[in-house]
């Protein structure tokens, strides 16, 4: 009996010990991951600013080192589309920066980060002497968007590049035979004969609506892409338009003779040339300013001005909630951001940035209630991104000068009501009877599990008409624009930053800086640099993302079909409105 309870103590403490030593470990980690997230890099007295997109991940805002890059031995590239442009821009005064050198392919920035990083580069090059290099081994569309600009773009002259130049596509995916076929029956109420983001789950193929707005939508984003490259290297759009639709350009070599780059080098003969351009004997010799750090070192955020312009970023989709999400914009919480903005007597003028394809009306009116009560007492500019669609265009339609992005998607005035009755899957498939028992004629309407009335259906029409209304009753007030031709260029229809332009629904393309200019403008300064700029919500560090990770939070795939998924979990919890003012799909140029 003693051996026995010996055994058991042995254990224990032993269990004890391992639990005490696994503590350690992991605050000896948290800590060395917190260090190293807040340790400030040291740049070389002079080297080469070296972008490489294929690991400098553009996004809204820099964020802090990521933990489980950093436990794997990586360093993550999180840099803020403000703050790369800013360092680009500040690069060309540096004496420090000889020259900057890109690589443009692999890359997975959207095109609207590469639409401003690229006016910086140019701004870069137009500014001084120094010159602008691309390098790629596999040119593709975004590669060469960026690659463009540049003074001289070499490619590689290995065998085995497989360059993926062949224009700009959407695949929409639909859902509506298959969702029969299980016995899933999607109820959908809209207003908008282009407002096709439920389109997915009720049809097999596309409307003609739908297929005629994302031909012209693609069209402008080509003239604005394939434009810039056309232009960038010297050659006619019919011409290019002409050798993409003739397969012309399958290797390396076929863009060097179509001029569309200057000349193919191996490995050895691109270190050569770096350091020929970096004036060093050789390519050991030449010290490279990576990117993340350069932005960490320069465009470290002035807390302590006594003027600052505040930019307040919308990001992701917009729902709502008294929690925040990482990846979406919650309505109760960015309300309140909003409202602390406005309280902050430092805070002179507001950029708002908006990159969201829209989603939940009831957060969206929230938000835009503060934003216009922000508008009251301070300036307030507004930035469009990839997106400013739906309810993304909703809450910041008011501001005093909309800049948009040329390759944003904007616009989508239009409103959808969207719930699935699963009673056919449950009966026919499952074999699961569900029976409601209510105390009147509609208790159950959100249940999910029966299909909607003719009253049913007519009451949910009768609330997205009023919700459309009142989104052309915002704009058109907002805009200076008559209520009918609101609706004309509204339906759910989307357009580009430049038709939205010419559509009145936005004032000028321009990028996140060229807000942040004017927004400066009408303090009466001439220079933002006078002033701190601030961000608004703020990014985790690295400790909260490890509270986060280990809390069982994490980021969710910010894609359409988790969108709707979430919208269904909260219609079965009771937690949402039914109605939405959401972009149909994502479109992104790879």
Excluded at 88 to 102: E, G, S, W
Excluded at 237 to 264: Q, T, Y
Excluded at 328 to 352: M, N
């Amino acid at each position: 009996m003693k051996d026995f309870l010996k055994t058991v103590l042995a254990v224990v403490v032993g269990l004890i010990a391992v639990s005490v030593i696994s503590g350690i470990f992991t605050m000896a980690v948290i800590g060395s991951i917190a260090l190293a997230g807040k340790s400030a890099p040291v740049l070389p007295k002079s080297g080469v600013l070296k972008i490489d997109l294929s690991s400098d991940c553009l996004a809204e805002q820099s964020q802090s080192l990521d933990p489980i890059s950093s436990l794997k031995g990586e360093q993550s590239r999180t840099i803020g589309i403000y703050d790369a442009c800013r360092a680009v821009r500040l690069a060309a005064d540096d004496p420090a920066v000889k020259f900057i050198y890109v690589r443009a392919d692999a890359n997975a920035s959207s095109i609207s980060y590469l639409e401003e990083l690229r006016a910086a580069l140019a701004d870069f090059r137009e500014k001084g002497s120094k010159a602008v290099i691309t390098y790629m081994e596999s040119p593709n569309i975004p590669g060469m968007y960026i690659g463009s600009v540049s003074d001289r773009i070499y490619l590689t002259s290995c065998d085995g590049s497989n360059p993926m130049f062949f224009g700009l596509t959407a695949r929409l995916t639909y859902f509506g035979d298959a969702l029969k076929a299980l016995g899933v029956n999607v109820q959908l109420i809209r207003h908008g004969k282009y407002k096709s983001a439920g389109e997915p789950f009720v049809r097999s193929t596309p409307s003609e609506e739908n297929l005629t707005q994302y031909r012209e939508l693609l069209g402008s984003l080509w003239s604005t892409v394939g434009g810039a490259i056309a232009e960038g290297c010297g050659i006619g759009i019919d011409r290019l338009d002409r050798m993409i639709d003739n397969l012309e350009l399958g290797e390396c070599a076929d863009f060097v003779k179509a001029g569309l780059a200057d000349s193919l080098m191996s490995r050895t003969g691109l270190e050569q040339k770096v350091a020929e351009l970096a004036m060093e004997s050789s390519y050991g010799d030449v010290d490279w300013i990576l990117l993340d750090e350069y932005v960490k070192v320069k465009c470290a955020q002035r807390k302590s001005a006594h003027e600052k312009i505040a930019v307040i970023y919308a990001d992701g989709d917009i729902v709502d909630g008294r929690s925040v999400e990482p990846g979406k914009v919650c309505g109760d919480p960015f309300a309140k951001t909003v409202a602390q903005v406005r309280a902050d007597s430092s805070v002179k003028a507001v950029v708002f940035r908006v990159n969201s394809p829209g989603g939940s009306v009831l957060a969206s009116e929230k938000i835009l209630d503060e934003i216009r009560q922000l508008k009251a007492v301070k300036p307030v500019v507004a930035s469009y991104g990839s997106y400013a669609a739906s309810g993304g265009y909703w809450i910041s339609n008011c501001c005093d000068r909309i800049f948009s992005d040329a390759t944003c998607l904007t616009g989508s005035i239009g409103v959808f009501s969207m719930i699935p009755d699963v009673s056919g899957t449950l009966k026919e498939k499952a074999h699961i009877g569900v029976y409601a028992v209510n105390t009147h004629d509609h208790s159950n309407i959100f249940s999910l599990t029966h299909p909607l009335s003719e009253s049913e259906r007519a009451y949910m029409q009768r609330s997205v008409e009023g919700i459309y209304s009142r989104f052309v009753d915002i704009v058109a007030g907002s805009r200076s624009l008559d209520p009918e031709y609101v609706d004309e260029i509204g339906q759910g229809r989307v357009w580009s930053g430049v038709a939205g332009v010419e559509k009145g629904l936005v004032d000028e393309v321009g990028d996140l800086s060229d807000a942040i200019a004017y927004a400066a403008s009408l303090i009466g300064k001439d220079d933002p640099e006078d002033c701190g700029i601030v961000s608004y919500p703020g990014v985790p560090d690295t400790m909260e993302q490890l509270m986060m990770m280990f809390n069982g939070l994490s980021n969710p795939s910010d894609r359409d079909i988790s969108a709707y998924v979430d919208w269904f979990k909260s219609y079965r919890d009771g937690r949402s409105e039914m109605t939405f003012a959401r972009l149909p799909f994502r479109v992104e140029i790879r």
